[in-house]
C-alpha cells in the first residue's frame, strides 16, 4: 500500500497532492521483471498518474497516461481511478542504456521523441482526450507541460524512483502543485522560492523514512509536508485535508480477456480453433495468464455467431 496527502494552503492559492510511492512501483518493477531505467520511466508515470487519479470527482472516472515515442522504451501507459486504484505497463521492461549526461537513469532517452496523450472516461459520451509532443521524455516536464497546454492550469510537478543496486525500489514518490484561481501573488513567489531549493523527491522520502522510523507511510507523509512547506510564509503554509490511499491493482478477468477474443472477429476464431485447438491470452498489466481450451474457445465462438 502508498499514500498520498492533499492539502490547501491557508489563503486558497494553491493545492498540493503528495505520495509516497515506493511499495506501488516496487510491485510494478516485480511484476514486469524491469530494467532500472524501465523501472524509474515505469514508475515515474504510475505515480504520476495515480496523483491525478485522485484528482477525479467520481469513483466510477478514470484517468489514462500515454507516453509513446521512438525509443527503445517504446510505451508507457498507465490507468488511475479516483479511489487509488493504479495498474499501468511499459511495452519494453528490458530497456537498457547508458546514464545520462548528469549521472541519472536515461528515461527521456528510453521514450526518444513522442506525444503524451491524457484520456480521462468521466462517464459522458464521450472521453477528454488531450495530446502534446514530449518535452524531454523525463514525465514529470512532459506532464506540467499538459497541464499548461491541455487544461490552462499552472502546475508543477516532481517524480522520482530510486533503484538500488539489486534493481530493487529504494524510494519512490511525487508531488503536484496546481495554483488555484485568483492565488496571491505573494503565495505564487513562495512557491517558486521553494521549489529552487527543492530537493530531489526520493531524498525527501528517504528522509522521511528515517524520520518516521517505521511509523507509517501518513508519518512519513506529514514529515515531507513540513520539510517541503514549513518554512514558507505562515499565510501560505499548507493546512491538511485528507489522506488517501494509492494502490497496485489490476482489474483483469476471464470475461474481459473473452471479449477481447470476441472483438477478433469469427473468422480469426475459426482459424485458432482449426489449427491451435486453444488460446492463451496474458494480461499486458499484471502479466495474469488466461487459458481458454477449445470447448471455451467454440463457446466464444457461438456467441460471435449470434451477435
Not at 511484476?31 to 467520481?58: E, F, Y
Not at 501573488?185 to 522520502?205: C, K, R, W
Request: charged share 25%.
Amino acid at each position: 500500500m502508498s499514500n498520498a496527502y492533499i492539502g490547501l494552503d491557508k489563503s486558497g492559492s494553491y493545492r498540493v497532492y503528495l505520495a509516497v510511492t515506493t511499495d506501488l512501483v516496487e510491485e510494478a518493477r516485480r511484476i514486469h521483471d524491469t530494467t532500472p531505467v524501465a523501472t524509474a520511466g515505469l514508475g515515474r508515470v504510475l505515480t504520476g498518474a495515480g496523483i491525478m487519479g485522485l484528482m477525479l470527482k467520481n469513483q466510477s472516472d478514470k484517468l489514462t497516461v500515454i507516453f509513446k515515442g521512438d525509443g527503445p522504451a517504446k510505451q508507457i501507459l498507465a490507468t488511475s481511478f479516483a479511489d487509488g486504484r493504479v495498474k499501468g505497463y511499459i511495452a519494453n521492461p528490458y530497456v537498457d542504456l547508458p546514464l545520462n549526461e548528469v549521472g541519472k537513469l536515461d528515461v527521456g532517452g528510453s521514450l526518444g521523441i513522442g506525444e503524451l496523450t491524457v484520456i480521462k472516461d468521466l462517464g459522458l459520451r464521450e472521453p477528454y482526450v488531450g495530446t502534446i509532443a514530449l518535452v524531454d521524455g523525463e514525465i514529470a516536464d512532459d506532464l506540467t507541460a499538459y497541464y499548461y497546454i491541455s487544461e490552462q492550469q499552472n502546475t508543477a510537478i516532481s517524480l522520482g524512483v530510486k533503484v538500488d543496486t539489486d534493481c530493487s525500489v529504494m524510494a519512490a514518490g511525487g508531488m503536484i502543485i496546481q495554483l488555484l484561481p485568483d492565488a496571491e501573488e505573494g503565495a505564487v513567489d513562495a512557491l517558486e522560492e521553494m521549489l529552487a531549493d527543492l530537493p530531489p523527491i526520493t531524498t525527501l522520502v528517504e528522509e522521511a523514512a528515517n524520520a518516521a522510523n517505521g511509523q507509517g507511510e501518513e508519518k512519513m507523509l506529514s514529515h515531507m509536508m513540513e520539510r517541503i512547506f514549513g518554512q514558507m510564509p505562515e499565510a501560505y503554509r499548507v493546512d491538511g485535508l485528507e489522506f488517501r490511499d494509492l494502490r497496485w491493482e489490476c482489474d483483469c478477468s476471464e470475461e474481459r480477456l473473452e471479449q477481447v477474443l470476441m472483438t477478433i472477429g469469427e473468422k480469426d476464431l475459426t482459424d485458432i480453433i482449426e489449427e491451435d485447438g486453444q488460446a492463451e491470452l496474458v494480461c499486458q498489466f499484471c502479466c495474469k495468464k488466461y487459458h481458454f481450451d477449445k470447448e471455451h474457445l467454440e463457446r466464444i465462438l457461438a456467441s460471435v455467431k449470434q451477435v
